[in-house]
Every structure is written in C-alpha cells, then in structure tokens.
C-alpha cells in the first residue's frame, strides 16, 4: 500500500476504517525508533537508531543488515 492513499480518505466514515488501517500499518512498519541514552550502548534494537549523548561524545548508533553495530560521530554547530 503507498502512504498515498491516505489522502483518499475524505470523511470517518466506517468504510474508510479499513484504509486508516492500512495507512498506519504502512507507517509503523516505516517507522525508525529513537532512543536517547548517556551512556555507550551495547547493542541497538533492529530498526532503531540510539542517540548516545554524554555531555562530550555524541554519537548516531545503527544495527546494520548483517547484525553488527556502527555508530557515526556527531560535530556540534
């Protein structure tokens, strides 16, 4: 289902909901989850992203496709 069906909604009517439906399904399957932590992780949920902050490093941490983790090191502006 494309995210574009959404917008064939018009009205909550009852025989829209099985649209919705499918539009949040789509979206949470989507979805990438956040977690914030201040302390280096040891692992990363699939399909999360962990923001690793403690007041000097700042990192991104991923799961890749194979299982491992990466992180990339965040510069402050």
Sequence with gaps: MAIDEVYKIN???QDETPTIKKALAHIHEQAVGVHFVDAA???VPAGKIVVYDDGTTRRLYVRTGKGGIGYATLTMI
Excluded: K, V
């Design 11 to 13: 009205q909550m009517n």
């Design 41 to 43: 992780p040891t692992d």
